[in-house]
């Protein structure tokens, strides 16, 4: 008999970085074990990783102010929901409304993407669901 994988109820994970490119890459390998740790595939984590890096290129590219990003990984058995959240001013927010290729190529890997504004803080909200986990 395999061995059942771990059953995760809202397992949640966060990470702090500077708000430079170097730290992207730090980023990219979290999200790919923890991706990994859960069960997607090498497609999905692959999916994954780009889409949370196009959400850090997208803060970085617009040059918003020096405040860290902040990333949050919530797990569940199924799913997997990630919060990139940064600390926006106004003019940075109409900068950030520009990058529609970016959020394009996001919505596009992930099942479901949401941007949201709340007192001062930019946040896209990301969902990827597995689709084949071996039980």
Do not use: H, W
């Not at 889409?51 to 569940?76: F, G, P």
């Not at 919505?107 to 993407?113: D, H, I, Q």
């Not at 007192?119 to 071996?134: N, Q, W």
């Amino acid at each position: 008999m395999s061995e059942k994988l771990k059953i995760y109820d809202n397992d949640n994970i966060k990470i702090s970085i500077p708000n430079k490119p170097e730290f992207v890459g730090v980023v990219r390998l979290t999200t790919s074990a923890i991706s990994n740790r859960l069960g997607f595939n090498i497609e999905e984590i692959d999916d994954i990783k780009v889409a949370v890096a196009e959400a850090c290129t997208i803060i970085l590219e617009s040059q918003l102010t020096n405040t860290n990003i902040d990333i949050e990984y919530i797990l569940n058995d199924n799913e997997m929901t990630i919060f990139v959240r940064s600390e926006i001013s106004e003019q940075d927010n109409e900068q950030l409304a520009e990058k529609g290729l970016g959020l394009f190529i996001i919505k596009s890997l992930m099942n479901e993407v949401e941007m949201k504004d709340d007192s001062g803080i930019k946040e896209l909200k990301m969902i990827k669901r597995i689709e084949d986990v071996a039980q």
